[in-house]
């Protein structure tokens, strides 16, 4: 029998944190929510240590890293203390993010039921993805401190977006391949595609949220790449910033559409009898993809404000619209390569 603690933190307090990602993992087949679930969870909780600004960053970076040891077994049966639940907790305006704080005993309890097979993959998927929030605690400032921090290289960039998404590409193949045998046929090639697959949907996510990152001193438009258009990182935060700062985020779009290009490979090579799993990476493809062309399009899109998000009502008519299309790869290329050529036609 379930303990009710793990159907709760599987369910609604997961719903509660995961907005739209909760809708991707209803439709994964049974035998991957429960690890899937838990890594989000995890990864959720060690994400909102990370990012309390109410708390500096180097107590942030020792809780992360506590944390990080629970989930390791490091510090094995010891849950977290009451010190900890208060000194983040407390400090969480979202009430579920609260929640999943004080709830993280049952879910290190939860990890230990696991599978030891799962329970290896859930702990180094969060290992994986807390050195991504160990790197952004190590390189930016202080969220008040005032001045903005640019990462130095192009390559740089690439190894964050492996580190907070490029992994988790490799994570779901590897729960895939062992909970669905059949599904993920060249598991060698399917890792590699999966890794561009994250990176894929992160890099719309840095070029989305830049310009609130630049206002709490986080660039993650490189150095070399900002001197190349003549542009330093505080020129971001100028009136005239999406203007002059354009050709380089059109840049970064074509890179971005490359690595979606192997996104929509890795769903295609999926065998369309696996309908469920098809539409849990389908979905992140065709969303990232309208999220780019709206990007592509916003003159502002350096002002917080004017975030290229696309409303809820956009994200149910792309899962209404997959539903037919989801056993077709004929039509699922043609849906893909009109979203590309509305990105092309903006780009040129």
């Known amino acids: 029998m379930r303990d009710t603690s793990r159907d709760f933190l599987l369910g609604p307090l997961l719903k509660g944190v995961s907005r739209s990602f909760y809708l991707t993992l209803r439709v994964l087949p049974a035998r991957m929510r429960d690890p899937v679930g838990l890594a989000y969870l995890l990864a959720r909780a060690a994400d909102t240590i990370a990012d309390t600004a ?6 942030r970076l020792s809780l992360l890293l506590s944390l990080r040891e629970q989930v390791n077994g490091v510090k094995a049966g010891a849950a977290p203390t009451p010190d900890f639940a208060a000194e983040v907790a407390s400090r969480q305006e979202q009430s579920d993010e609260r929640i999943l ?12 039921q696991l599978e030891p097979a799962d329970r290896s993959a859930v702990r180094q998927i969060v290992s994986t993805l807390t050195e991504g929030m160990e790197f952004d605690l190590r390189t930016f400032p202080d969220e008040r401190a005032g001045r903005i921090v640019a990462l130095r290289q192009v390559e740089e960039l690439d190894r964050y977006t492996y580190l907070v998404a490029g992994c988790v590409g490799e994570f779901w193949t590897r729960m895939a391949a062992a909970h669905m045998p059949g599904a993920i046929g060249d598991v060698d090639a399917m890792l590699r595609r999966g890794v561009r697959f994250g990176k894929a949907l992160q890099m719309t996510n840095v070029l989305r949220d830049c310009g609130k990152d630049l206002r709490i001193g986080r660039c993650y438009l490189p150095e070399t790449m900002l001197a190349r258009h003549g542009l330093q990182p505080q020129d971001l935060l100028r009136p005239e910033a999406s ?3 354009r050709p380089l ?7 971005t559409l490359e690595h979606f290009e192997q996104a929509l490979a890795y769903t295609l090579a999926i065998p369309a009898r696996f309908v469920r799993l098809r539409l849990a990476c389908l979905w992140p493809v065709l969303i990232g993809m309208e999220t780019l062309e709206r990007l592509a399009r916003n003159d502002d899109w350096l002002d917080p404000a004017r975030a290229s998000r696309l409303p809820r009502s956009g ?11 989801v056993l077709s790869n004929r039509l699922l290329r043609f849906w893909f390569a009109r979203q590309k050529r509305a990105i092309s036609a903006i780009l040129r």
């Not at 109410?54 to 107590?59: G, M, S, T, V």
């Not at 704080?101 to 230990?112: D, T, V, W």
């Not at 985020?249 to 890179?255: K, P, S």
């Open 54 to 59: 109410l708390i500096a960053p180097e107590r």
């Open 101 to 112: 704080l004080e709830s993280l005993a049952h879910a290190l309890a939860a990890l230990a």
């Open 243 to 245: 203007t002059l700062a």
């Open 249 to 255: 985020m059109f840049e970064l779009v074509r890179f």
């Open 315 to 325: 994200v149910y008519r792309i899962l209404a619209g997959s539903l037919p299309a």
